[in-house]
């Protein structure tokens, strides 16, 4: 009576799970596997019938400079946006947990970056950056930082740490929010026994806070790291991956290399590429999250 | 009365105006109706491209001239449609070859324009200058005087950002200009390709163009040439025109910003922009309906729409004869153009393709690519004999794989 009971409540769970499983198919795992298809092909827009092209276009895009300088120009960027909203994001938690008056208002206000779509954020840092008028040259100007008006999208470097500042912005509140949650999680006896032993409060930001905030940055670090592997708008609207290559990342040269010159199998085969990236970096990750015990 | 509705494609200059020609066309065509879709220029191929292959339904549509070489599999040939022969035999060469790829006519022309220098006269008269620059030499002379005399800190704004077309239309008008081509046959930068980019780089160098500019694209150029505090520009001709360096409103160079030829043989670059139809289309008759309103006579046999651009944009036509128009050379001489000169210039202008293997399917590719490396030479980060090799070698890369 009780299996029969067990086996229709699972037909009804499967059947439930159904719509749920062929979207995901359709729009998930489907499409991958096209890319993947059509990383194989001749496939070039403008220049007639297609046909299986073996690894050609795995090895064109091996060989080509610009594949390496956008891989490591991804990587940097990854890294230090990770970086740098992890830093800021855990920054602004701590502050937010130590009973700061206005705390809950200060919350509702870090969260809006996030609420803004990724191309609104591309146009107002466009504005910010901007040569002549930008927000960034007047308040440094103003406070004599710098001698005259500076082209921060001009230099290869400045453009990059430009875009990098302007995506990690943009990242900074999921970071708040998933840490200030795990801090407010950790028992308030823990840090009350450590002072009693006298742990001063670095000591017990290493020791207590750390430790058991392992999770919460772990989702933080692999989420963000999976976001800027993939990070699109900012490049696309503030530099179209220039001056020279010098923010060329590679989902903007997939979406060149297809869509813009109609090299479709190079393209793909450029994005299976990426994506086998941000596997293996997320696999690696948590592994050694597994192995920190973080990721329990 | 049957009404057939056609989509029609197009970027986003002057919409305005874009919407009054449509107004006009389906005032003298009650049977056909037209639904403008306005794409940013900045995304129009890349989204033409994935239209097209979504099998997304459209009619009519303006072209690059650059990406020719890759959309002519889907475009649809015009040389069969009724009066094709007869416009195409009245086109100026510029437009004529611009729109031509195998041999088949693609489109009708939006416009066409050619690369000048547009100058500052009120600087270079207080600078003792008598003429614009008629050598590279004396251009970095007059660069030279006018920075020393305190006018202005860097005299030179280029428009070298890639966005639709950037620093490297500007070499190829300089390559043409001391009578050579940028790559040779085997895709080799030749001698003239070299000497005009070690020439553009010193100015850099020197001081005399400036940095910031690296990154402005052809209409930020235009834009910060006209706030007057720059000598020259070398651009797009319409960019003297009333609409930009000589607005009265808007520049402070109006009524001082004339076009002077380029240095040396005064040999130069021109682009036509064109309005075609996808071979997909099931509105063919319509869309060429359109299309010949557009890019060339009404009904009446004038070249309505084109002689509208010219005084609504200062956009320049695609065929012989126009300039003659009382109208359109009245709104050429209000900004200080000659319409003879304007006319012979253009009659003169080589095409790109002249120039550099601009109709090959990997050109834009290679384009952007090579606009990269000019950033990189201009701002000193790269020799240009280093850059020039780098151009080679994408080049040839690119037309193995395109083969």
Known sequence: MASSALRRSDFLLRVLNTPAILLILAFSIAPIVYVFYLSFQD?????????FAGLDNYRFALED????????????????????ATLIGLGIALLLNSDMPGAGWLVSAIVLPWAIPEIVNALMWQWIYNPTYGALNGILYSFGLIPDYRAWLSSPVSAMHAVIFAYAWKLVPFAVIILYAGLTAIP????????????????QFFHITLPLLAAPLGVVVLFCMVWSMRAFDIVYLLTRGGPGDGTMVLSYFVFAKAFEFGDVGAGAAVACLLAVMTFVLTGLYMRALRNTGGAQ | MAQTTIKFMAWNFQVETVQEFVKQFEAENPGIKVDLE?????QYAAKIQLMRNANTSFDGLYVFDHVLGQWASWLEPLDGYEGAAELKAKMLPLARQSMTFNGKLYGLPYFTSYFGIVYNDKMMKAAGIAAPPKTYAEWTEQAKKIKSAGLAQHPLIWPVKHTGWGGMWIMNAMVASRGGKLLDASLNVTPEGLASLKWWESTYRDGLSDPNGIELDPNESARAFMTGNYYTNLTASFFAGAQWANDKEKSKVAGSAFLAPTPETQATVGFARMYGINSASTNK???????????????????VTPKQWVQKGALTWGYEGVEKDPAVAASLKSWGADPENMAANLK??????????????????????????????LAGRVKPEDGAAQWTEKAKQLAARYK
């Open chain 2, 38 to 42: 306005i794409i940013p220029s900045a």
């Open chain 2, 285 to 303: 008759k319509e869309a060429w309906a359109i299309i010949k309103f557009l890019g060339a006579t009404a009904k009446s046999g004038d070249y």
């Open chain 1, 65 to 84: 400079a610009s594949v390496t300088r956008a891989i490591t120009n991804t990587l940097y960027f990854a890294a230090l946006s990770v970086l740098l």
């Open chain 2, 348 to 377: 003169n202008a080589l095409a790109m393709n002249e120039v550099v293997p601009f109709q090959a399917p990997w050109y834009a590719e290679w384009e952007l690519f090579a606009n990269g490396v000019l950033q990189n030479v």
């Open chain 1, 43 to 51: 496939l070039r827009i403008g220049m007639g019938a297609s046909g």
């Open chain 1, 188 to 203: 308030t006896e823990y840090y009350e026994a450590a002072e009693i032993d006298g742990a001063g409060d670095v000591a």
